[in-house]
């Protein structure tokens, strides 16, 4: 029997090796020569990259190849594939001379325009194809040289062709002028800001060809392919845009492109306000939006880098459009709802910069199928031609708002209102609006810049640019604007946390009619810790604020009992200390928390908080200087504090005394972008604020203390 389960186990053995031997990968052998942006790297220790190179990468998750890179010029590693010396090579057009010879598979592996590409300095070569004759045009010898020869006798053009077996040469010869015009694929002369893009003459589908005796490794490339299709069946469209929209089209300018840039050093946009996440106004009166980001990389990916931008804001789509005809502006953002409205306005819109549903927007049950009226925004046209277009039956009603249509819905003045994708979920988030319910239209949208009817130049150079930056640009920059559309404010946090506001005051209120109900110093120091727990269950929101009310709390008792405070009015100051900071409960935790600098919309949500407080507090009638506290004690001595901007005596005395004694504790504990503060560097800083962020005799008070503190001992010891 031991014998028997040796037998077996050798022979298992023997099973499991042979199955990892087939398991092992299959070694490819890959004609790899050097070209712009398809492939580049063709020799050891390069880095490798381009189109092609990542097609080979992705194909070998299906298939588990590796492979082996054999170098040449391209009529060398085709010379190989026959030879069959090399498995692959990439890039093959489909040629009836070709057939028999290579294996072609089923699917191509992208496909390609070839271009004419003259120097832009030289005015002896126009749009006219006659000027080419007697020129010399150079082209890779391929499929390419049959294009090229048709097209030249199709348009009697009598011209030298000149065919060069290497990438690299032709692009030499085209550099040093050895020939007039290279004709190049989408990719051909990258990175040459004297080259000019004189016209197209032919398209092909290119493949990843297989030496022809090599049935199976063909199979298995047909099978790659297929599985490819099915399961990423955008990848080849996003690898042609991630590598050549940089292409051809990046620097070759046409004539009329040529000439707008010629004869222009700026370029006059105006923008829609209130339109965010496309386009809007900032605090600052700057641009923001898609349109900031988008259009200067535009310019950068083409190298245009002397052209100023001027931006011009608009309240109304109409004026704009108004500007636009007049040639006040060269080109306007956003413009759409539909071709023939645009027409009617003299208007020429790009290429889609993004295309986007439509959000019918509505109270109650409304199916949405049937809509007698909507509310329109009279400022954005847009939404009218789109409500006119689609909806022709339906009353109109203007508003001069996005918000006042939201308005007119909710209160049931009209029926229903629309909302770009973009804009929808976030504007709804609002408070006010959250009773109306949203539904997709079937008919989508899209926004583009425009210029006037007749500006080809400007009109082809745009849509070079948006070209340039693929289409995935756009649709990542919008989202980091979309959050600006919803403002969570003051009314939505009380709102939504009524019980919560409603509790904090009932027990605040019963703790000092008790505090002032008891006779006892024990009673009332008892009271006093049960308001020190709140104060720390709100500074625990904060890991690095911990214990800061009840500093506070202590430094202020001690500034009162230095000015002469008796003990009623410091047990009052050190009640004040230990709520000067309730309103932090109704701030995000993520505001509180952040480690990076605070956006503009996170740091007005933290200046909220005295506001939040005072609210709070301000129902507490046997002690209403609590409600004082918390509100006043980032007011500063000559009136630029907030959130009420009170100067000198005008602050009260209390908060006066707090401010002074935060300050001291926010610079002597650690925070999370800086460690404690020095003693001397705290008290310089107390010093140059006294009159300015503090009353002076406070803050002298407050540097007594920090005087007799020889061993520092006033700070967060944590």
Known sequence: ???????????????LTQTVSAEEPAVVRVGYYENEIFQEGAEDGVIKRGYAYEYYRKLSEYTGWKYEYVYGSYNELYQKLLDGEIDFLAGLAKTDDRKGLIGYPAAAMGSETYSLIKHAVDESITSDLSTLTDKRIGVLDGAMVGALDKFLKDHGVNATVVTFGDYQDLLDAFDNNVINVIAAEGSGTYGRAHAELLCTFGSTDYYLCVNIRNKELLKELNNAQRKLAAEEPFYLYLLRMKYYPAAISSKAFSSDEQEWLKYHDTLKIGYLKNYLPYSDMDETGNVTGLLKDLLPSMLEAMDIQNLKIEYKAYDSYDDMIADLENRTLDVAFPVGGGIYFLEENGVSPTNAVLYSRTELIYRGMHSGDEVSSFAVNTNNRMQYYYVKANFPNAEIVEFSSTEDCLA?????????????????????????????????????????????VGNSGLLKLLNRGLNVVGKERPEKIVYNYVENLYSYTLYDMFMDNQWLFAL?????????????????????????????SLADAIDAKDAYTNGHSRRVAEYSREIARRFGYDENAQSKVYMMGLLHDVGKIGVPDAVINKTGKLTDEEFEMIKAHPGIGSRILENIREMPELSAGARWHHERYNGRGYPDGLAGKDIPEEARIIAVADAYDAMSSNRSYRNTLPQEVIRGEIEKGKGGQFDPTFADIMLAMIDEDKDYNMRDKR
Not at 1 to 14: Q, V
Not at 423 to 449: D, Q, T, V, Y
């Open 504 to 532: 904090i005051v009932a027990a605040l209120a019963a703790l000092v009619t008790w505090f002032f109900a008891r006779k006892s110093k024990r009673e009332r120091e008892r009271l006093i810790h049960v308001v020190a």
């Open 408 to 452: 007119a819905v909710r209160d049931g003045r009209v029926q229903a209102t629309t909302l770009n994708e973009f804009r929808a979920g976030s504007i709804l988030k609002n408070r006010r609006f959250r009773e109306l319910s949203m539904k997709p239209l079937p008919h989508s949208e899209e926004r583009a810049f425009g210029v006037h």
């Open 1 to 15: 029997m031991k014998r028997i389960f040796s037998i077996l186990f050798f022979i298992w053995i023997a099973v």
